[in-house]
């Protein structure tokens, strides 16, 4: 009887234990969180190439405010719900899903491209040509605030697939640190002053002053052009060759019909003038003496 009491006690305490590790480990996985490495959001080298996200476009160079540059090569995240965001200042936003799910969301919401300006002053970093979203790419707008601390401290999504983050940082507390007119060479502002007299004078409307900005802004690589090199096809080249032919044609013409009508007002109030054209009255050859260069005074005679 006490050797099988003994063995039972010893068969309760093995189940036991195999409870309590069961448990244990259930616990663990529960609390397990799975996050993106920080590696930009992109092309990380620890993930299969496969699961890695890829960019449409190559961001934009760095611009703006030379002391918001060393933001670059650095990223912010914030973790709201089931997902974290990724901000890195003049590359990108990513946004990843905190899941167990073997197929779990991570995706591109922009690229770095161009800043939104207005009355001479940096007002938010766009971020545009993320991952496909219907029949539009996800964009991101960023919008710079002043804090103590620099962290992403916002994220929203005020229409379908373009989101709006809010990102503190104390570089911008200053009254003049997001001003747009003197991060401009002075080229460029020489540019910009002679566009704002031309307005004040009423030589430009204000439509025409908007696209002299625009062209200063682009050419400072603050907004991304939008003009495109057109290679005009052979066929419209000979074309348009044509028509230029077409129209000298024209023009002639219309010189015969204006010299006959000059003509015959010269006759008609008895004024001499000589009927002979120069082509009629030919090529008439000088001696080689007479031949001189043009601006030449005569002094030297040619043998």
């Not at 099988?4 to 068969?11: F, G, P, R, V």
């Not at 996050?35 to 993930?47: C, R, V």
Request: include cysteine; proline fraction near 5%; charge should be negative.
């Amino acid at each position: 009887m006490h050797s099988l009491y003994s063995i039972a006690c010893h068969l309760v305490e093995v189940l036991v234990i195999c409870l309590s590790l069961y448990t244990n480990h259930a616990s663990a996985g529960k609390m397990k969180i799975v996050e993106e490495p920080n590696t930009f959001g992109l092309n990380n080298p620890f993930m299969a190439q496969g699961s890695r996200l890829q960019p449409k476009v190559p961001p934009s160079p760095v611009s703006g405010p030379v002391h918001l540059h060393h933001l670059a090569g650095k990223c912010y995240s914030l973790i709201e719900s089931t997902y974290k965001y990724e901000f890195c200042p003049f590359h990108n936003v990513t946004q990843h899903e905190q899941s167990f799910r073997w197929n779990a969301y991570s995706g591109i919401l922009g690229i770095w491209q161009e800043w939104e300006m207005a009355n001479n002053t940096f007002t938010g970093m766009w971020m545009r040509d993320g991952d496909t979203c219907g029949n539009r790419n996800r964009e991101t707008k960023v919008i710079l605030v002043c804090s103590n601390n620099t962290k992403l401290s916002q994220v929203s999504e005020p229409s379908t697939c373009v989101y709006s983050l809010t990102f503190q940082t104390p570089l911008v507390c200053h009254p003049h640190s997001l001003l747009v007119y003197p991060t401009l060479k002075e080229t460029l502002q020489e540019e910009w002053d002679e566009a704002e007299q031309a307005r004040y004078e009423g030589l430009i409307t204000e439509q025409g002053y908007n696209n002299f900005l625009r062209d200063i802004f682009e050419s400072a690589g603050l907004l991304k052009t939008l003009k495109v090199n057109i290679n005009v096809p052979e066929a419209e080249a000979d074309s348009e060759k044509h028509n230029s032919l077409q129209k000298c044609e024209e023009n002639s013409v219309k010189q015969r019909e204006e010299i006959e009508r000059l003509r015959a007002l010269l006759t008609q109030h008895n004024i001499p003038f000589d009927t002979q054209t120069n082509e009629e009255k030919g090529t008439t050859s000088v001696p080689a003496k007479d031949q001189r260069l043009r601006g030449d005074t005569g002094l030297i005679d040619l043998q």
